[in-house]
């Protein structure tokens, strides 16, 4: 059982950035591939980065590459996402999720509570 937890989120302006944080408590974090989802008011939940357990495979959506950056200390159990020039379509909750030894645009077993970003214009 993983149990993970994000922070970071808040509300920024058009433009600006922010990092989000993924704490998981599990044995052998390093197993893990990491996903960030994010669901906007009215839409479906959508993979927007992922990065496999062994640091080799990500998968980024289209609409964030060159903006988002997805990272992994597995040191302190912990997933990032650098969101940079950050545009009011990216208003979303935003959920961590991990999948043992998975592929990053595989199935998630695992999830958290979930962080909002709300980015104004």
């Known amino acids: 059982q993983v149990h993970l937890v994000e922070s970071g989120g808040g509300l920024v302006q058009a433009g600006g950035s922010l990092r989000l944080s993924c704490a998981a408590s599990a044995r052998m974090f390093s197993r893990y591939t990491m996903g960030w989802f994010r669901q906007a008011p009215g839409k479906e939940r959508e993979l927007v980065v992922a990065?496999?357990?062994?640091?080799?495979?990500?998968y980024y959506k289209d609409s964030v590459k060159g903006r988002f950056n997805i990272s992994r200390d597995n040191g302190k159990n912990t997933v990032y996402v650098q969101m940079n020039s950050l545009k009011p379509e990216d208003t979303a909750v935003y959920y961590c999720a991990a999948s043992d030894y998975g592929l990053p645009e595989g199935s998630y077993p695992y999830w958290g509570q979930g962080t909002q970003v709300t980015v104004s214009s």
């Open positions: 990065l496999s357990w062994n640091g080799v495979s990500t």
